[in-house]
C-alpha cells in the first residue's frame, strides 16, 4: 500500500518560511508526478505545486516566486519550500502522487497544518 507521510507544518508569523516534507513508500517514485495541495477552512482543496519525474515544475499563481517544490529521488522524498508566507497560506498541506493519465491525484498524505500568523 502507498503511503505518504508529510512533516514540517506548524505555526509561523507572516513573511516567515516554513519547509514541508514528504516521505513516500510502497511506490516507484521516480517516475511519478508528485504534487502538494493544500485545504483552507470551508475552501475547496488546491493544488499548490506540482512536480514530474523530470523535475518540471508547476505552480499555482498565488504561489509563483514565494514557493519551490523539489524532490530527491533517492530518498523518495519530496518537498515544499515556503518563503514570504502570507495568513492566506493558511491551510492543511497534502502530499500527493497525481496521476497524469487521469488528471487527479491517486494517493494522498495525512495532511500537515500550516498557520500563518498576521
Known amino acids: 500500500q502507498v503511503q505518504l507521510v508529510e512533516s514540517g507544518g506548524g505555526l509561523v508569523q507572516a513573511g516567515g518560511s516554513l519547509r514541508l516534507s514528504c516521505a513516500a513508500s510502497?511506490?516507484?517514485?521516480?517516475?511519478?508526478?508528485m504534487a502538494w495541495y493544500r485545504q483552507a477552512p470551508g475552501k475547496q482543496r488546491e493544488r499548490v505545486a506540482s512536480?514530474?519525474?523530470?523535475?518540471?515544475?508547476n505552480y499555482d499563481d498565488s504561489v509563483k516566486g514565494r514557493f519551490t517544490i523539489s524532490r530527491d529521488n533517492a530518498k523518495n522524498t519530496v518537498a515544499l519550500q515556503m518563503n514570504s508566507l502570507k495568513a492566506d497560506d493558511t491551510a492543511v498541506y497534502y502530499c500527493a502522487v497525481f496521476n497524469t493519465r487521469y488528471g487527479f491525484p491517486d494517493h494522498w498524505g495525512q495532511g500537515t497544518q500550516v498557520t500563518v500568523s498576521s
Open positions: 510502497n511506490i516507484i517514485f521516480s517516475i511519478k508526478t
Open positions: 512536480i514530474t519525474s523530470g523535475g518540471t515544475t
